[in-house]
């Protein structure tokens, strides 16, 4: 897929990953719809660099653990854009906790956050795509998904949901000629981050990663970028970790 004259919509785009991702799709020639709960200086700053890059942007304020939400807000894009061909549900966050120290109300979020908002998201953004004859979905897996993680029950769990989602909406959508794929990050220097302790980012990077350094939330956009525009690639799940959910030892 050619980026130049496509609408993008990016869930989470102000900060991080989402941000990152929406200066690389910006970059490639993508108009950005920005979709976020707050939308403040970060957000603006950001209006600024995708329109000096000579794109259109649309800021949709939005709680993605509401459906109306988010349903009003992509349509309310897709009016202003135009179109929607590219659809990144980098929105998320954290959830703490084992079995019995996670709340409900933290499992249920969890839930509603990660894998209800993509469910909803995809619901309203795939009639719009089928209207261009193409589409391409990237969901934002972890590496965490993939492995039994202490103290992080509900963040594992809906993790290790998204690459399951997006293996069945690809095969769905693949007459459509709509691909749908997933990112699984590692541990990326992003806002996410911010919580450890010296101590357990030097035993990240000597111990656990085995390229020896965080990943660049513009790693993270560059793989993005490119299951978005290749067009052979659909029901896959890109690792982008340094190698830390492979190693043995």
Known sequence: ????????????????????T???LAGRGSDIVVMDRELGAEAEALR??????????????ADLSNPQAILGSVQAAAE???????????????????????SPEDWYRAFDIHVHAAFHLCRAAVPLMRRCKEGAIVLIASAAGFRGCLGAIAYGV???????????????????????????????????QDSLTPEQVKNNIERRIPLHREGRPEDV??????????DFIT???????????????
């Open 1 to 20: 897929m050619k980026l130049e004259g496509k609408v993008s919509l990016i869930t989470g785009g102000v900060r991080g990953i989402g941000a990152a």
């Open 48 to 61: 600024e660099q995708v329109e000096t890059l000579g794109r259109r942007i649309f800021l949709a304020g």
């Open 158 to 192: 809906v993790k290790g949901a998204i690459p399951q989602f997006a293996r069945d909406l690809a095969r769905e959508l693949a007459d459509d000629n709509i691909r749908v794929n997933a990112v699984a990050p590692g541990i990326i220097r992003t806002r996410f």
């Open 80 to 102: 202003w854009l135009g179109r929607l061909d590219v659809l990144v549900h980098c929105a998320g966050g954290p959830a703490n906790g084992g079995l019995m120290e996670v």
């Open 235 to 249: 029901g896959e799940t890109v690792v982008v970790d340094g190698g830390m959910s492979m190693r043995i030892v």
């Open 221 to 230: 956009a560059q793989a993005i970028a490119l299951l978005v525009t290749n």
């Open 22 to 24: 929406v200066r690389e």
